[in-house]
């Protein structure tokens, strides 16, 4: 599956921003989507999945409460809602397809090219 990501931007802290992810290829609905995002000088970490058909999440600590992720199989499409920005939360965000559901970057299999996040104080 071939990953397209958009939706960065710069915003001011505390505001908010929705990612998009569109797949294209196999089937998306076969893939758990993950999002994951990069800050410059640090390892690749995760930050949200949601399984198969859209009905579980799950989330890092550092950003529960704040993103939601959801899928619309019909668009090919997994989103991430980022609401309550804060200045950490600048990094390079990347969208990801793996088989299984895990929270290793090294564990999917395809990968968007990814969106800057600039969250400025």
């Known amino acids: 599956v071939q990953l397209q990501a958009s939706g960065g931007g710069l915003v001011q802290a505390g505001g908010s921003l929705r990612l998009s992810c569109v797949g294209s290829?196999?089937?998306?609905?076969?893939?758990?989507m993950g999002w994951f995002r990069q800050a410059p000088g640090k390892e690749r970490e995760f930050a949200a999945a949601?399984?198969?058909?859209?009905?579980?999440?799950y989330y890092a600590d550092s950003v529960k409460g704040r993103f939601t992720i959801s899928r619309d199989n019909a668009k090919n499409t997994v989103y991430l809602q980022m609401n309550s920005l804060k200045p950490g939360d600048t990094a390079v965000y990347y969208c990801?397809?793996?088989?299984?559901?895990?929270?290793?970057?090294?564990?999917?299999?395809?990968w968007g090219q990814g969106t800057q996040v600039t969250v400025s104080s």
């Open positions: 990801a397809a793996a088989d299984f559901l895990e929270t290793h970057p090294s564990t999917y299999d395809y």
């Open positions: 290829g196999r089937t998306f609905s076969m893939y758990y």
């Open positions: 949601v399984s198969r058909n859209g009905g579980s999440t």
